[in-house]
């Protein structure tokens, strides 16, 4: 009988306990579940709505304040260049199939070749080796015969790698196939997503092979590469958290995440690259140019260089304010503060003179479908990709032969509609 009684209060202790947990972290759900329905994500960091700022208050405090976020799913590899040797970071499994940090000192980076693993179902993993040197791409190149566009990938390894596969981009063991063709990457392949050092390494990997073939991969800087160089990580999925925690064992968030860049070999790649690319008579851009960064009249190669040298100091807010061209949205639409209005047919001609292009293309801003603008002179690509492998609902767009079509990660291919924003 004594037993029994034991069971049961043991039994209501524990049920107790949980209770208490519940109500405590109630709270918190109610006002996350409360701000996920309420706010607009996509204008989160440029919006003066007053429950946008408590928003961003309260999950300031949640970052800083809570005790280390769990490690949840493969990892890397994080490759830091130190004095003399490379220090290589995973997430692995361990023990009992709990994720844990593990730590390599390498002295011959150069022949050595790099494991990474995809956090997906498929277990889907890959080789790459260190370039010798970093190459700083020009901000101009003449039209290649045949060209591939995709942007805002946001670490969403499945819905990119069927793309690529689907569209003989590369083959199933991620080697470059696409001969002499130029692969354009036009921003935000970081944040939101859990594959995005997997993604950003497959395309570090893809631009060593393409020269071999005549081929190019040109990375374009967005938004969100820019938040990620400056630790601002209100999209970054809570995994970099953790890890960051654990590398720098540091709990506040900005600065363990601080820490996991310094030194950093694929942030100090990604720093490099251009925010605008001139190819044949297409410019490419994330965001977009509005008439104020027109009327400072600076060449794409100096927009390009403050890009570079700038990056962290955020001094020039005609580059990396809301009317810069990694912020930009007045392209697709006027923006919903009613800072800017969207841009007019004759401001666009102007800037399509000033450049001397014919089309422009902008991701950043979502649209329904790829699709022109009134004026068939802006296109605009930033739809929502498919989660999955071959879903059909991850696109790009093809320029080939004087042409211009819409394809999806199943390799098909449609013709582009006028469509409004």
């Known amino acids: 009988m004594k037993k029994i009684i034991y069971v049961i209060k043991k039994k209501i202790r524990k049920i107790f306990v949980s209770v208490i947990a519940i109500l405590l972290l109630l709270p918190f759900l109610i006002l996350t579940l409360f701000f996920m329905i309420a706010i607009n994500a996509d204008d989160l960091t440029v919006s003066n709505n007053v429950i946008v700022?408590?928003?961003?208050?309260?999950?300031?405090?949640?970052?800083?304040?809570?005790?280390?976020?769990?490690?949840?799913?493969?990892?890397?590899?994080?490759?830091?260049?130190?004095?003399g040797y490379i220090e290589e970071i995973n997430v692995i499994k361990g023990e009992k199939n709990k994720f844990l940090l593990h730590r390599k000192i390498i002295y011959d980076s150069i022949s050595n070749q790099f494991f990474c693993q995809v956090d997906n179902e498929d277990k889907d993993n890959f080789y790459f080796s260190l370039q010798k040197e970093t190459i700083i791409d020009s901000s101009y190149y003449n039209m290649p015969s045949k060209m591939i566009v995709i942007s805002d990938i946001e670490g969403n390894w499945n819905g990119f790698y069927s793309f690529l596969l689907s569209n003989k981009i590369i083959d199933k063991q991620y080697n470059w196939t696409y001969d002499d063709g130029h692969l354009v990457l036009l921003g935000d392949f970081m944040d939101r997503g859990k594959n995005v050092i997997q993604v950003l390494w497959l395309i570090y990997k893809l631009e060593q092979e393409a020269p071999k073939y005549g081929g190019k991969v040109h990375y374009i800087l967005g938004n969100h590469e820019i938040d990620n160089f400056d630790c601002l990580l209100d999209f970054v999925d809570f995994k970099y958290c953790a890890i960051a925690q654990r590398y720098a064992n540091n709990k506040n968030n900005r600065k363990a995440y601080h820490?996991?860049?310094?030194?950093?070999?694929?942030?100090?790649?990604?720093?490099?690259?251009?925010?605008?690319?001139?190819?044949?008579?297409?410019?490419?851009?994330?965001?977009?140019?509005?008439?104020?960064?027109?009327?400072?009249?600076?060449?794409?190669?100096?927009?390009?260089?403050?890009?570079?040298?700038?990056?962290?100091?955020?001094?020039?807010?005609?580059?990396?304010?809301?009317?810069?061209?990694?912020?930009?949205?007045?392209?697709?639409?006027?923006?919903?503060?009613?800072?800017?209005?969207?841009?007019?047919?004759?401001?666009?001609?102007?800037?399509?003179?000033?450049?001397?292009?014919?089309?422009?293309?902008?991701?950043?801003?979502?649209?329904?479908?790829?699709?022109?603008?009134?004026?068939?002179?802006?296109l605009r690509i930033?739809?929502?990709?498919?989660?999955?492998?071959?879903?059909?609902?991850?696109?790009?767009?093809?320029i080939e032969n004087n042409m211009i079509f819409k394809i999806n990660d199943l390799g098909e291919k449609f013709h582009i509609e006028m469509v409004e924003a």
Do not use: C
């Open 259 to 378: 820490e996991l860049m310094k030194n950093n070999v694929l942030f100090d790649w990604l720093i490099t690259k251009n925010i605008i690319t001139i190819i044949g008579n297409y410019l490419f851009v994330h965001g977009g140019i509005s008439p104020d960064l027109l009327a400072a009249d600076l060449s794409i190669d100096s927009i390009n260089d403050i890009g570079r040298n700038d990056y962290n100091k955020q001094k020039d807010e005609l580059i990396f304010g809301l009317l810069g061209p990694l912020w930009y949205r007045g392209m697709v639409r006027t923006s919903k503060t009613n800072y800017y209005q969207k841009i007019s047919k004759e401001q666009v001609d102007k800037i399509l003179q000033r450049y001397n292009v014919t089309q422009i293309v902008v991701g950043h801003t979502p649209v329904s479908e790829i699709s022109y603008d009134d004026n068939v002179k802006i």
């Open 53 to 83: 700022k408590y928003y961003l208050i309260y999950k300031k405090w949640i970052y800083n304040n809570w005790k280390f976020f769990p490690l949840t799913g493969y990892d890397g590899p994080y490759i830091f260049t130190k004095n």
């Open 382 to 398: 930033d739809v929502n990709h498919g989660k999955g492998k071959f879903s059909g609902k991850t696109s790009g767009v093809l």
